[in-house]
């Protein structure tokens, strides 16, 4: 259940919907009249028509509501809606996703006015896919037949969504007639089910019926779908790269999972800091950061070619976890002849992330193809594919310099993640990828693992034989130490006798050259002054030295096992980890799926002092197992603080991926050898885990009963206390 805040926000909205559905309404979701009333003469004009009149709740002037689908929360100044311009009139205009649920359904009804001028009336319109259940009608008074009825027909909910888009109603015959207004939704709907409204306005010369008609032409001409065209006989292919900010040169061939509000800026973050690291200035963007729905299915192609050069294509792709693919068609036949996964997803070092791939199509040289993408998740998590710089008819020639080029383009990246080590884990994607033409440039393939050891004089050369590393096909395997950062301290001498004796973290930076290339790597030596404690209970080096990984599956950076991050809150709600220090072990950074478990075993340690223990620990998953040095199991201990309720408030009874610290008292083993397991257990629901500061040696008893930590809570920011407790 990672990443919720959109559904939890949708359902915060649905439930205010439904129960608040209208302001001044009966029990029943009609109208009471209480909060417009109709005059008793005809108003002179449209009364509102732009939605910019003064209101308050339980107020519209102008207008009358019945149903739950208009109401005053609808009035929005946003100049924009789910990712696109949508040409609001003045400061607001109605807006049917802010009003309530989509599937909410309802009338608004204007006040009754003498039509004047030309009899003309232009207004904007948006959503309302369904033309049958959404639609704008226009009544003489005392007439219950419509005279002029107006659908959003040009809404397909691929190109143009929730556009205010003007329409024009000629109403010439009714000149001098009392008429009215109304609108409405029995869309029950979620695909555009819901209307937008604005600028509501009676023509007085045929030179604004003119200008409102242009304005109906550019705009379908801006918004609506461009002229596909194409040349089968050309061996590239169109807007390979959406340089366009848009599908031109893309046709679609169903679905709306795929639409111009697709094509975002590559510099747009998601999840508030992470970067997709796309080419140029767009790319095709299956969720938008949630504006597209993830249960949204469909494909484009682009244009057809014939294949050239060697016979090779190389583009981006991110997400698309399942039933999501980019296919090399045959032109003709449409036949799919390649099916390319992104394979290397993963969740969350490379979730979202465009990644390179090169796919060998050569047996197709001389034939017409197209590629499409597709979507066929409509459900699960990460249902939907990015996509970005589809390049083909390349020669071997190409590859080969846009494999170097992509390489160093993440070796020379400024921006990383706060939460997460984007960089390292895509740097190890391009490291080690299966590339058609080897690699022009020095890649390490073999790693040093992170080591534990006493406190002393300790030759870190030797950790050097497990490194390796590779130029094109030939080996390299000249490493040396080049230094060994220790409390702020660098140090670049004295590796083969270098002097550990403080206990704590040491950082070795090791590398190798090659024909003017280098390339470097790190890890971890942990020494340790006793062995009361395990090695590296708090996470401190930033990363699981002393720790083992005990299940598949697990994501590896440059040989190290991932997990370890630095955030001190998560979500949009800035809820806090109570993580202590400056580093945690998240269970959503390791790679592991939610219904996945997994455990981590610490060094083994001497139980000494009072026999007590602590560990933090959240998340409904969340369990800790002590074991004797045998193996033999003396202790499991879960924690039992989860709730998923009031969210986002702590204070109020929440506790999601926040840690308590939990005592645990091990005393009848004293003096024996351990060690302990942290474990995401099976859980229904919410089944993640998070760990940090495990704590082996008290001398005297930690007074858990009068201890707390300190969290700001989640929404306010006001402290709230994490009471410690003794586990049995």
Known sequence: MNRKIAARAFFGLAMAGMLFGCVGCGKDGADTGEDSKKPSEPAADIVNGSFEAEHESGQWAGWTRSGSSFNVRGLSDAAEMNGVEIEKDGNYFFCGTAADNPAMKGTLTSDVFTLGGNGFITFKMGGGKNTEKVYVEFFEEGNDTAIAKVANTDCDGIFITDHLITKVVDLSGYVGKNIYIKVTDNDDGFDYAYVNLDAFKVCTTQEEVKAAEADYKRQIEAYGEKPFEEDETLNTIKNGGFETGDLTGWKVLGGTAYTNQGVVSTGQMYWGDRSVYGEGEYYLDGSNNGAIAESLTGSVRSTKFTLGGDGYISFMIGAGNQKCYVAVCDGNTDEELIQ???????????????????????????????????????????????????????????????????????????????????????????????????????????????????????DLTAFLKDAGAVYGDTPVTDFKILKVAFEGTEYTEGFDAFDMGKAGCYDVTYGVSYEGKAAEAHFTVVAMADRNSVANGGFESGNLAGWTVLADGWSYVDGQAAGVVSAENYWGEALPYNQAGNYHLDGWNNGIDEGSTWSVRST???????????????GHAAAVRVYKADGTEIGHYQQNRFSDVNFPSLAAGGSWADMGTYVMDLSAYLGEELYLELCDEQADGWAH??????????????????????VPDGGTGEEVKIPWQLLE
Request: hydrophobic share 40%.
């Open 340 to 458: 390319v996964e992104n394979t290397y997803f993963n969740d969350p070092a490379l979730a979202l992330n465009l990644l390179r791939v090169y796919v060998d199509a050569s047996e197709y040289k001389g034939r017409v193809l197209y590629l499409k993408v597709v979507d066929n998740n409509d459900g699960g998590g990460f249902a939907f594919m990015n996509v970005d710089d589809f390049r083909v008819s390349m020669t071997l020639d190409e590859v080969a310099a846009l494999e170097l080029e992509q390489l160093e383009k993440i070796k020379n990246e400024t921006y990383n993640s706060a939460t997460y080590d984007d960089l390292a884990a895509l740097l190890n994607y391009y490291n080690n990828y299966p590339y058609p033409v080897p690699l022009a440039a020095l890649v390490m393939n073999s790693y040093v693992g992170h080591q534990v050891v006493d406190c002393g004089t300790v």
């Open 604 to 618: 083994n340690f001497t139980l000494a002092g009072s026999g007590f223990i602590s560990v933090r620990m959240g």
């Open 689 to 710: 885990a998070f760990f940090d500061e495990v704590v082996t040696y008290y001398e005297e008893v930690p007074d858990y009963a009068n201890n707390a930590d300190s």
